[in-house]
Every structure is written in structure tokens, then in C-alpha cells.
């Protein structure tokens, strides 16, 4: 055989059959195993898809269900203070909460004329206000199932492209005008903080209705008609059913899955061995076994970042069972109830157990009214603290329904609310207490802003200007101020504002009014500022001095009066003693001649009466002395100076010399003050009346000793003089100092009654009091106050007026 011919047909045929049958057999397993590596991809990437949309819209489910409830908080206390919230307390509150949630674009309030306040300052464009397209319409606003309730409004574009959401909250103020609190949301930030991980994975979308556009996704998904894409439903807020939307990118696809379909063609083709191929297809399995386990350890982390982010929210989490009544809380949950965190919830009864028993029913009708007729779940209630006392909470939750309509789940979140719950209930009461205050004030009280309208005022302007509270809110505060002096007014406060200098804040003065009726009213009018915020409040307080101004006229006519009469008093006592004491000083000379040369020639009955007579004379004589003194003791301090006191005494105790030598009486000083600003003079005769009274009344066989001390008091010395004399009885410590009062008759004790009330008029007019204090048979001590006179010598009027007597006299002594 030659071994070059060629194979004969039915040979080759042999031989290519074999062969043909290992191709066929090898593209035929190929192509099954290609089949089932591009199966286990979709498979994978549908899995990964619906795990992230999931994921994603149960944390954004959250983060809507909390901003939606905290505008609705910010509108009910809106509606709660009647619009009258001042913008700046608003603004804080917006800023506080714009602050950390970048994904709200702006907040506003308006009203049916637009726009009236926006936070931040310069806000996006309005879209849907008002009577806007997509907005609320003013006849809906104004139906009550509108009110008090946040609503959806139009989706839109930003200027800067991206897509946002509008909601509303419209309430009426206390006039009854339907206002309206708008928040714009990005929706593509809230996304992105709603998904902190990669997003060049997914192209993550929402629909506010089955067949409505995709907001905020990127356009990089793989082919829109692939099985890639999920969807998951968003818990209903704003009234919309929001839905989710998932898909994987190019390039996270490319990245999961590369081409390996090439290299099972190309082992087919080439398939030499049933075992190559085998080999092929046990590698391409174990591959798609790692493709697998990479699916479900993405998915952990999907759910460990869904941990992550609650247990990074301020507030607790709740997931309620409501079939089997089991209860999860999360660890911030526990905390604000004091409860460790790994804490073991039996069911649900642990939730409704804490509640505060009057909190309670309030709980269980906010669950129906959410369950039966689709109520927003958002009550504020208390809940027992493991410590005992109780915490305010404030709760929102959301029911998932069967396919039959009951409800199986409902999950939420929990906040402690206590410190918010305090602080506005002591502003609350702050505001309460100042309301009251005002209300019940005397005194007209106004409050305007920095342009001068009057924003509130009390029932007392009625009283004061004429104008009732209502007539006045709203006007400008110069319809009080008289005409002339309008445009001053508005200048002061003008320059105030800018430059802070003011005649008129922070001061009293006293003005005049303007009243109703036209006629100018004398006001007391003490203005003070107030700043909240950037808002500059001026509170005003009018006094009406019509009364006072009326009184201090007629007090002054009286004073004038009583001026002249004094007067006219005075210079008669200046006639009265010059006209008494000559015919007296004529009666005593002849008497003393009578007795004098003519004592031989009178019986004794005659000189008795000449006596009687002459000593009537000295008595009437002292009297008038003592009378005059002490209407010449004026209201004025006379000459001031500054002197030593002891060395007055020493003038007094000279002046009485005769006394202290026919009684052999002693006098000793201690601690007396080395210099007294006053009247030397008067000081003198006060101390000298006060020895004569000491040697006068001194007891039947004792040698008077009489001490003066003295000891800083008040604005100046107390000066105390003590004997050891008769004394007298208590009742009487007050009665002698009152003019012509004896306790003694004079036949027993001289003297006129008058010593002590000159010495009372003396120390009344220098400022300073004078008193006794006695028991019978113990001695006296008298207690002088006597201040110090200012430096000034006007304040201490120095000048001498007609009539002043500032010399020291022999006057008697009661």
C-alpha cells in the first residue's frame, strides 16, 4: 500500500465524522454554558439593582417622613401664634434647620400678595406659590380639609438644572388670611445624602406618579429595556406615593461581568479534549460562584451602611409588627428611655406600658385616625424614663398595608423633644406674664418696630391718649407726639439707629402727649430698646402727669400762700416785740424803782405786790425772748461752716457758766468728731438748751454730771447727752418737745416751755431728728442726729435771709 496515496472516501469520511462529532458536541455545550454565564450575570445585577433600591427607599422613606414633619411643626407654630411670629424669631428657627440639610433649598412664607419672608435671603425662584401652576389655588387654600396639613406641590426645575419639589403648608393667622409655608427640596441631594456610597454604580431615579418622568437620575444606566432596572416604593409623604427606581451603570456592569463569552467560543472551536472543555466549564461555574458571593457581600454592606445611617441620625428608630406584635427599637431608641442599648424588647406592650396614662388615649386615636383614614402619625405624648420621670416625645410613623388594606407593619422614628417642650413653654409663660403685665398697667406701653409703626399696645392708651388698642396697631407712633415736634421725633430715632447716641432711649423724661380730641397731655416717657435677632423693637411707657402737674400747681399756689402768710407772721412778731417789750420793760423799771426807793414807805402786802408784779414782768419778758427765737428760727441752715464741735460745747458750757457754778455741775465729752460741717451757731444753742435743761432738772442734793458722746450715724454723727437727773416718765419723752409743754409747775422749775421746741426746730430744719428717752427717777438721754451739710455752699443755702437770728441766746428751757 502505497502509504502517500490518498484515503479513499469512505475513510475520510470515518475520520472527519469523529471529528465532526466533537465540534458539534463541543459548540452545543459552549454555547450552553455561555447561555448560563450571561443567565447568572442579569440575575446578579437585578439582585444587586433591587437590594439598592430597597436600601435607598427605606432611608429616604425617613428622611422624608422627618423633614416633612419638621415643616409641619414649623407651620403649626406659625398657625399657633396667629402669624404674629416677629420674621426673626421665624428666620432662626428656618436657619436652624437649613443649617444641616443641604438637600433644602430654601423655606418661604406668602400669602395670596406674594412672597413675604424667604430663608436664605436670596433664595432659588418661587415655583408654585399661590395661585401658581402646580401650586395651591386660593379657593382650595382656603377649604379646612387644606389648612393645617402639608400637601405636594409642582415638580420643577432649579436654575441651575437640577430637579426639585415643592411642598406646603397652608394655615390662617389670627385675621383669618390663609398664609402658606413652602419648603423647595433638591431632590438629587437628597438622593445623594439618602446614598452615601458610590454613585457611579447605580443610577438611582424618583417618580411621583407610575407614569410621571424620572427626577434626578444621571442618564448613565445601562440599556433602559434590560431587566436591570428595580423599583421600590417610598412610604407616602407630602401626599404623594413616591417610587424608587434602581439601575446599574455601563460601567458597574462592565466591571461585574467581563466579556468572558469569547474565550468559551474560542475553547469550543478549538476543543481538542472532552476534558479542556470540562476544565473550561468547571472555572466559568466556580467564577460565577465568586460573582455570586460578591452580590450578597454587597449587599451586607448595603445594609450595614442602612445601620450605619440610623444609628447616625439624633433620632431613634422604630419597626413595629403589628401581626405578631413584636417591636424593634434602635439604640438611640434605648437610650433616651436610659435603657442600655442591647436592651431585649418583649413586644409592643413596651412601647404603650411607658406611656404616660393621660398621653395614652391621645397615642391609640393618632394609630386608628393613621390606620382608618390615612392620618399623618405624629403625635407628641411623654414616655417613663427608666429613672422614673418622664420624657417628651415626639413619634412619626408610617403603615404598610397588605393587599387586603390591613396593616401588617409600621415603622418610624422617635425624638426626645423635652428641652424644645420646656423652652416654649417658659417662653410661653414669659409671654403670658408680660401680656398680663402690660395688659394691667396704669401706664400707656406701646410697642413699635425701627420705622415707628406701632405694633402693640395696652387698654391704659384709651385712658391716656384716647385711642383704643386696635386704632393705634399700625399707625405711626407720631400721631401721639404734638405737630411741631413730629419731624424731631422722627430724626432722633433716625440718628439713633444709625449712630446709637440718644437723647431718648434709656432715659425718662417728661414730654407732651397728644390726645385724641387734640389737647396736649403732660406724659412721663421712658423709651427702651429690645433686639431680636436683626429686628430692633422700641418699647415705650407714658405716664400721665395731668393729676400730678394739676397737684404740684396747686401745691405751689399753697406753698406762696403760706410764704406770705409767714411773712406777714413774722414781721407782726417783729411789731408784736417791739411793741410788748417796752411797756414790760417800763413795768419792771418801775417796779425795781419802787422797791428800790420806796421799800420804806410800802407795807408789806405793797411790796409783796410790787415784787409779784416785777417778777411778772421778767417772766413775760423771757417769754417774748423764747417767742421770738423760735419764729426766727428759719427754714435755711444760715451760715455754714466747718468747726470744731467740741469747742461749741465749750461755748455753750461758758455761756451757762453761772448755772454750772451755783451748781457745781460737770460736763465731760467723749468721742466727739473732730470737725462738723453745719451752722456753728445754731449747733451751740441746741447743746446749750440741752445742758441748762440737764443742770435744771437735776435731783434734790446731787451734783449734776452730764456726758455728751457721739458716733458716726447715717449721712453724719449722732450725738447722745445723758444726765442723771429726775427723769420723767415715758409717755412724756415726745410731749416736751412740743412749744410752751411743762411737766412741772413754774413755781417749782422757771422757764417758759420753749427751750425744747426751738431745739426740735433747729435740728428738723439742719435734716436731722432729735428724740428723748427717759424713766422716772433714772435720768435722760437725748439723741441728736445732726448730718453734715454737702460741700457745695449753694446746696446748702448759705445766703442769710431777713430775719435770720443766728445768735445764741439765754433761752429758758421747758
Known amino acids: 500500500m502505497d502509504l502517500a496515496a490518498p484515503f479513499d472516501a469512505r475513510t475520510r469520511l470515518g475520520l472527519v465524522l469523529p471529528m465532526l462529532v466533537v465540534v458539534v458536541v463541543g459548540i452545543a455545550v459552549t454555547a450552553v454554558t455561555a447561555g448560563r454565564s450571561q443567565d447568572v450575570r442579569h440575575q446578579a445585577l437585578q439582585r444587586f439593582s433591587q437590594a439598592e433600591a430597597n436600601n435607598t427607599a427605606r432611608i429616604l422613606s425617613l428622611r422624608l417622613q422627618q423633614d416633612g414633619h419638621a415643616v409641619e411643626r414649623m407651620g403649626a407654630r406659625l398657625a399657633v401664634r396667629n402669624g404674629a411670629m416677629p420674621e426673626s424669631e421665624w428666620r432662626a428657627d428656618a436657619g436652624a434647620y437649613l443649617s444641616d440639610k443641604p438637600w433644602l433649598r430654601a423655606l418661604y412664607v406668602a400669602d395670596e400678595t406674594g412672597v413675604q419672608w424667604v430663608e436664605p435671603e436670596g433664595g432659588p425662584a418661587v415655583a408654585g406659590l399661590v395661585g401658581a401652576p402646580g401650586g395651591p389655588g386660593r379657593s382650595d387654600m382656603s377649604q379646612s380639609g387644606?389648612?393645617?396639613?402639608?400637601?405636594?406641590?409642582?415638580?420643577?426645575?432649579?436654575?441651575?438644572?437640577?430637579?426639585?419639589?415643592?411642598?406646603?403648608?397652608?394655615?390662617?393667622?389670627?385675621?383669618?388670611?390663609?398664609?402658606?409655608?413652602?419648603?423647595?427640596?433638591?431632590?438629587?441631594?437628597?438622593?445623594?445624602?439618602?446614598?452615601?456610597?458610590?454613585?457611579?454604580?447605580?443610577?438611582?431615579?424618583?417618580?411621583?406618579?407610575?407614569?410621571?418622568?424620572?427626577?434626578?437620575?444621571?442618564?448613565?444606566?445601562?440599556?433602559?429595556?434590560?431587566?436591570?432596572?428595580?423599583?421600590?416604593?417610598?412610604?407616602?409623604?407630602?401626599?404623594?406615593?413616591?417610587?424608587?427606581?434602581?439601575?446599574?451603570?455601563?460601567?458597574?456592569?462592565?466591571?461585574?461581568?467581563?466579556?468572558?463569552?469569547?474565550?468559551?467560543?474560542?475553547?469550543?472551536?478549538g476543543l481538542t479534549l472532552l476534558g479542556a472543555s470540562l476544565a473550561f466549564m468547571a472555572q466559568l461555574a466556580r467564577r460565577q460562584a465568586v460573582r455570586l458571593a460578591d452580590v450578597d457581600a454587597v449587599r451586607r454592606t448595603s445594609e450595614q451602611r442602612y445601620n450605619l445611617v440610623v444609628r447616625g441620625m439624633a433620632v431613634g428608630v422604630w419597626d413595629w409588627g403589628i401581626r405578631d406584635n413584636t417591636l424593634g427599637w434602635s439604640p438611640n431608641a434605648m437610650r433616651m428611655l436610659?435603657?442600655?442599648?442591647?436592651?431585649?424588647?418583649?413586644?409592643?406592650?413596651?412601647?404603650?406600658?411607658?406611656?404616660?396614662?393621660?398621653?395614652?388615649?391621645?397615642?391609640?386615636?393618632?394609630?386608628?385616625?393613621?390606620?382608618?383614614?390615612?392620618?399623618?402619625?405624629?403625635?407628641?405624648?411623654?414616655?417613663?424614663?427608666?429613672?422614673?420621670?418622664?420624657?417628651?416625645?415626639?413619634?412619626?410613623?408610617?403603615?404598610?398595608?397588605?393587599?387586603?388594606?390591613?396593616?401588617?407593619?409600621?415603622?418610624?422614628?422617635?425624638?426626645?423633644?423635652?428641652?424644645?417642650?420646656?423652652?416654649?413653654?417658659?417662653?410661653?409663660?414669659?409671654?403670658?406674664?408680660?401680656?398680663?403685665?402690660?395688659?394691667?398697667?396704669?401706664?400707656?406701653?406701646?410697642?413699635?418696630?425701627?420705622?415707628?409703626?406701632?405694633?402693640?399696645?395696652?387698654?391704659?392708651?384709651?385712658?391716656?391718649?384716647?385711642?383704643?388698642?386696635?386704632?393705634l396697631v399700625g399707625s405711626n407712633i407720631r400721631i401721639l407726639t404734638p405737630t411741631e415736634h413730629r419731624r424731631k421725633h422722627d430724626y432722633y430715632i433716625k440718628h439713633y439707629i444709625e449712630t446709637g447716641d440718644s437723647d431718648i432711649v434709656g432715659k425718662v423724661r417728661e414730654v407732651y402727649g397728644v390726645h385724641r380730641d387734640g389737647h396736649a397731655i403732660p406724659i412721663e416717657l421712658a423709651v427702651t430698646e429690645y433686639k431680636a435677632g436683626d429686628d430692633r423693637i422700641f418699647i415705650a411707657t407714658a405716664r400721665d402727669l395731668s393729676a400730678r402737674k394739676a397737684g404740684e400747681a396747686e401745691r405751689e399756689a399753697f406753698i406762696a400762700r403760706l410764704e406770705q402768710t409767714n411773712a406777714e407772721l413774722e414781721r407782726f412778731s417783729f411789731a408784736a416785740s417791739h411793741d410788748l417789750r417796752e411797756p414790760l420793760r417800763m413795768i419792771g423799771n418801775f417796779s425795781q424803782m419802787l422797791l428800790r426807793k420806796h421799800a420804806g414807805q410800802l407795807d408789806e402786802d405793797a411790796r409783796k405786790a410790787v415784787e409779784i408784779c416785777a417778777g411778772s414782768a421778767q417772766r413775760m419778758q423771757a417769754l417774748l425772748d423764747d417767742l421770738i427765737s423760735?419764729?426766727?428760727?428759719?427754714?435755711?441752715?444760715?451760715?455754714?461752716?466747718?468747726?470744731?464741735?467740741?469747742?461749741?460745747?465749750?461755748?455753750?458750757?461758758?455761756?451757762?457758766?453761772?448755772?454750772?457754778?451755783?451748781?457745781?455741775?460737770?460736763?465731760?465729752?467723749?468721742?466727739?468728731?473732730?470737725?462738723?460741717?453745719?451752722?456753728?451757731?445754731?449747733?451751740?444753742?441746741?447743746?446749750?438748751?440741752?445742758?441748762?435743761?440737764?443742770?435744771?432738772?437735776?435731783?434734790?442734793?446731787?451734783?449734776?454730771?452730764?456726758?455728751?458722746?457721739?458716733?458716726?450715724?447715717?449721712?453724719?454723727?449722732?450725738?447722745?447727752?445723758?444726765?442723771?437727773?429726775?427723769?420723767?416718765?415715758?409717755?412724756?419723752?415726745?410731749?416736751?418737745?412740743?412749744?410752751?409743754?411743762?411737766?412741772?409747775?413754774?413755781?417749782?422749775?422757771?422757764?417758759?416751755?420753749?427751750?425744747?421746741?426751738?431745739?426740735?426746730?433747729i435740728v428738723n430744719n439742719a435734716g436731722g431728728r432729735i428724740w428723748a428717752e427717759s424713766e422716772l427717777g433714772e435720768g435722760s438721754r437725748f439723741y441728736v442726729y445732726w448730718p453734715e451739710a454737702p460741700q457745695d455752699p449753694d446746696a446748702a443755702g448759705t445766703a442769710h435771709t431777713a430775719g435770720t437770728d443766728d445768735s445764741v441766746s439765754e433761752g429758758e428751757n421747758a
Open 146 to 269: 387644606m389648612l393645617g396639613r402639608l400637601h405636594a406641590g409642582a415638580v420643577a426645575r432649579f436654575e441651575d438644572g437640577s430637579d426639585g419639589m415643592m411642598a406646603y403648608y397652608p394655615f390662617a393667622d389670627g385675621t383669618g388670611r390663609v398664609r402658606v409655608l413652602v419648603a423647595l427640596f433638591d431632590i438629587a441631594a437628597m438622593l445623594r445624602a439618602s446614598r452615601p456610597a458610590r454613585d457611579e454604580d447605580f443610577d438611582v431615579a424618583l417618580t411621583a406618579s407610575p407614569d410621571g418622568p424620572r427626577l434626578a437620575g444621571s442618564g448613565r444606566a445601562v440599556d433602559p429595556g434590560t431587566s436591570y432596572r428595580a423599583s421600590a416604593p417610598v412610604a407616602t409623604s407630602y401626599e404623594v406615593g413616591w417610587t424608587l427606581h434602581s439601575a446599574p451603570t455601563v460601567s458597574f456592569a462592565r466591571r461585574m461581568h467581563p466579556r468572558t463569552g469569547l474565550g468559551v467560543w474560542m475553547s469550543g472551536i
Open 338 to 471: 436610659g435603657l442600655p442599648p442591647d436592651y431585649k424588647v418583649a413586644d409592643a406592650s413596651f412601647f404603650f406600658d411607658r406611656i404616660h396614662p393621660d398621653d395614652q388615649p391621645a397615642v391609640r386615636e393618632a394609630v386608628e385616625a393613621h390606620f382608618e383614614m390615612g392620618e399623618p402619625y405624629a403625635p407628641n405624648f411623654r414616655m417613663r424614663h427608666e429613672s422614673g420621670h418622664f420624657v417628651w416625645c415626639h413619634a412619626t410613623g408610617q403603615v404598610l398595608l397588605d393587599e387586603t388594606g390591613e396593616p401588617v407593619r409600621m415603622a418610624g422614628s422617635i425624638e426626645d423633644i423635652t428641652e424644645e417642650r420646656a423652652a416654649e413653654e417658659a417662653r410661653n409663660r414669659s409671654e403670658r406674664r408680660l401680656r398680663a403685665v402690660t395688659q394691667s398697667a396704669v401706664d400707656a406701653v406701646l410697642t413699635t418696630n425701627a420705622q415707628g409703626i406701632i405694633e402693640e399696645a395696652n387698654p391704659a392708651c384709651e385712658r391716656v391718649f384716647g385711642y383704643r388698642p386696635d386704632e
Open 630 to 761: 423760735f419764729s426766727r428760727a428759719s427754714d435755711d441752715l444760715g451760715q455754714i461752716e466747718t468747726f470744731i464741735p467740741v469747742d461749741m460745747i465749750e461755748l455753750a458750757r461758758q455761756n451757762l457758766a453761772e448755772d454750772f457754778e451755783s451748781s457745781g455741775a460737770s460736763l465731760e465729752t467723749v468721742h466727739l468728731p473732730a470737725k462738723l460741717r453745719t451752722n456753728p451757731t445754731r449747733f451751740s444753742r441746741v447743746f446749750q438748751n440741752l445742758i441748762a435743761n440737764s443742770i435744771k432738772y437735776a435731783k434734790d442734793g446731787e451734783t449734776p454730771k452730764i456726758q455728751i458722746s457721739a458716733a458716726p450715724y447715717e449721712q453724719g454723727w449722732l450725738f447722745t447727752l445723758s444726765d442723771k437727773g429726775i427723769g420723767m416718765r415715758p409717755e412724756y419723752c415726745e410731749q416736751i418737745f412740743e412749744p410752751f409743754k411743762r411737766l412741772h409747775p413754774a413755781s417749782k422749775y422757771s422757764g417758759t416751755g420753749m427751750g425744747l421746741a426751738i431745739c426740735r426746730k
